[in-house]
């Protein structure tokens, strides 16, 4: 069977876990450790050296790096819906994936690291007013793509709804003011229409 590994707080961990729900794959989780401290397990770092999750396990193949395994568990049991049989569609779904990783997620990290992680009394509220307003303004380039759009790659959901998705959780969770954004709430209540969503993705923030 499929092994997971990581936690199910992690937000590259529930992408994974996102899509095995969504497609209905049997898998088993393991929990790596608290944290912050995946870097810690030697244990773990002889499957991942990066001391990072997730990581899975298909009979002997060892994979990282969150959105090559979602594009290749969604190529294998999803192709031509969650993994678009069109190239344009999937060139679109696949450049919202790199978006996540490359633009969204290290200003996230900084929102959640300050807000969750860190106590009041130690925060930096100018980085944190930062990667706030940071967020703000990607979700206002969400919005201007979800126009006329039900989902990010087009008419249908796509492995770019995943990547960016659980993002989403964190935005409406953790960064105050949020400008109004008609197109990215009405994508947002879609998303959360999806049991997977709801059951790996809104789950409380540590
Ligand atoms: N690019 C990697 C990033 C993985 C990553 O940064 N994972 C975080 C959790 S979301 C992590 O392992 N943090 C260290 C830890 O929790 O011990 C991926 O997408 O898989």
């Not at 088993?28 to 912050?36: N, Y």
Request: proline share 6%.
């Amino acid at each position: 069977m499929l092994v997971v590994y990581g936690r199910g707080s992690s937000s590259n961990v529930q992408k994974v876990l996102w899509l095995l729900e969504e497609i209905g794959l049997p898998y088993s989780s393991a929990h790596v450790v608290p944290p912050g401290k995946a870097k810690e397990s030697e244990e773990y770092k002889k499957l991942n050296p990066n001391g990072l999750i997730p990581t899975i396990d298909e009979d002997g193949f060892i994979l990282w790096e969150s959105n090559a395994i979602v594009r290749y568990l969604a190529a294998k049991h999803a192709n031509g819906t969650i993994y678009p049989a069109d190239l344009r569609v999937r060139a679109d779904s696949d450049r919202w994936m790199d978006w996540q990783a490359t633009v969204l997620a290290p200003q996230i990290a900084v929102v959640l690291l300050q807000k969750v992680r860190t106590p009041p009394e130690k925060r930096d509220e100018a980085v944190l007013a930062a990667a706030c307003q940071f967020a703000r303004d990607k979700a206002g380039v969400l919005d201007a793509a979800l126009a006329g759009r039900n989902y990010l790659a087009g008419s249908t959901f796509t492995m770019g709804d995943i990547a960016v998705g659980q993002w989403m959780w964190r935005y409406a969770s953790l960064v105050p003011d949020r400008p109004k954004h008609a197109n990215l709430e009405a994508w947002y209540a879609r998303l959360q229409e999806r049991p997977a969503f709801r059951k790996i993705v809104m789950t409380p923030l540590v």
